[in-house]
């Protein structure tokens, strides 16, 4: 019950990443559902023609209006980062198209009699064209866009309307209208969460948790970009658990899985919220550090290597494990022309540092 009720409320009011992505999934079938409303609404003249001929004269205008819709079909098609200004054009589009329906009744001899069944279907093409927003928009359409007819008659703008056989034809449209939305949008929710599931299962190192050799390296080509372009620092160290077939062999690869575990948690607590650990494959790992130069990645690499020293993992059979690891560093440099460049300088830097006595933590320029 209570992940329905999160669910439900995720509908209603859903995150920025969630409406965002909901949005883009369906804006350009939107475009579409806008492209052939703006050429079928204003064609429907023929039916005000055969109904009232004499009448269908004074909707000609009224019905070129819809031509407008071609307005939002453009903006549904470029407009990929204004989606709350296309709600609030789709909404006011809307309830304007609505209107404009009732206007043409009221101009037709016997409109209302004949076209008062039109209205079901702008529910129908609401649940077309508003599925790109959030559940609680189209909720609040339905239920808006089946009392306009009755407020504006009201108001005194469809003199005669029938309220008893509009409500009677209406409001049981719009309750399946509204079971139909939370359908919909629920059936979205499941491939949404589906999709996310998948994507991070793709980039994610399925024992540690940490992210993965494929994106780490579009990270860093994507970051060296960018701070190459804006001058910023960034730095990068690598590490390699010291004589890790050894541990293996003695221990189990399972408890090997454990020290791997054990080092990818240290390697986040040592590091800050903003940095990326990565498990690279095997026993090598790689950290990313955004803001940071050579020095300062020093330091983090130097708080990684003796916390790891200081550390022993119990293994399978409960037995101690103490293992240490080294570091390479390096900081990304204007030379560096592709980020393999700058990742192959902290491998040599890890390299030296294992050639050297293992244990150590050494930079690019040692």
């Known amino acids: 019950m209570k992940v329905v009720l999160q669910q439900l409320l995720l509908l209603l009011v859903p995150t920025a990443d969630f409406a965002e992505q909901k949005f883009q999934d369906h804006r350009s079938f939107t475009a579409i ?3 052939i409303l703006a050429i079928l609404l204003p064609s429907l003249w023929i039916w005000d023609y055969i109904t009232d001929p004499v009448g269908a004269a004074n909707t000609i205008g ?41 206007a043409i009744l009221n101009r037709l001899d016997g409109g209302m009699v004949y ?10 093409l609401a649940l077309l064209s508003l599925q790109c927003f959030s559940l609680l928009v189209n909720i609040s359409y339905t239920l808006a866009g089946a009392a306009i007819p009755h407020v504006l008659a009201v108001l005194g703008f469809a003199p005669g309307f029938p309220h008893q056989q509009y409500a009677a034809l209406m409001w049981p449209i719009a309750i399946l209208t509204l079971l139909t939305q939370v359908a919909m949008a629920h059936h979205y929710l499941m491939r949404y969460e589906l999709q996310r599931k998948l994507e991070r299962l793709s980039i994610t190192d399925p024992l540690t948790g940490a992210k993965n050799r494929r994106f780490f390296m579009a990270l860093l080509a994507d970051e060296k970009l960018k701070a190459q372009r804006m001058s910023q620092k960034l730095a990068l160290l690598m590490l390699d658990i010291d004589h890790f077939k050894r541990v293996n062999d003695t221990y189990g690869h399972p408890s090997g899985d454990r020290v791997i575990c054990q080092v990818t948690d240290i390697c986040r607590q040592m590091s800050r919220e903003i940095d990326v650990v990565a498990r690279l494959g095997g026993e090598e790992f790689a950290v990313f550090l955004p803001g940071s130069d050579a020095e300062q990645a020093v330091a983090v690499a130097e708080r990684i290597r003796s916390r790891v020293e200081a550390t022993a993992v119990q293994s399978m059979n409960d037995q101690a494990i103490h293992f240490t690891v080294s570091l390479g560093v390096a900081e990304l440099r204007p030379t560096d022309v592709t980020e393999v460049d700058w990742l192959g300088r902290a491998d040599a830097a890890l390299y030296a540092a294992k050639n050297s006595g293992r244990n150590k933590v050494m930079t690019q320029s040692q």
């Open 33 to 35: 559902v806008g492209l």
């Open 115 to 124: 076209g008062l069944a039109g209205f079901l279907y702008g529910m129908f």
């Open 62 to 102: 009224l019905r070129l209006l819809y031509l407008l819709m071609l307005l939002m079909t453009v903006g549904f098609v470029y407009g990929k980062s204004q989606r709350r200004l296309l709600l609030i054009l789709s909404m006011f589009g809307a309830f304007a198209a609505e209107a404009l329906f009732l």
